[in-house]
């Protein structure tokens, strides 16, 4: 859940930031200014790319653990063993 949270809030500021990254473009604001926007909006993107794989991760854990442990306890169940 936190992950999922996470990962929301930073394509939010994501957003925000592509917005004000092509609103400076148009302004035509100097170049620092766009290359520090451009670097928050490169930053943003890879922390979301992170996020996404520990998500990711996190759900192959909890698959795994589903098919071998959760799996064989239900059909033991089922057959009274």
Known sequence: MKD???GTVLL???DRNDIQLR???VKGDDGVTIDKTRAA???LYNRILV???SAE???ERIDKLRH???QPQIIEL???E
């Open 12 to 14: 939010s500021k994501k």
């Open 23 to 25: 609103n400076q473009d």
């Open 68 to 70: 071998e442990e959760l």
């Open 4 to 6: 999922s949270f996470l």
């Open 51 to 53: 996020a996404i794989r």
């Open 57 to 59: 991760s996190i759900s």
């Open 41 to 43: 909006v490169k930053d």
């Open 78 to 80: 089922l057959h009274g």
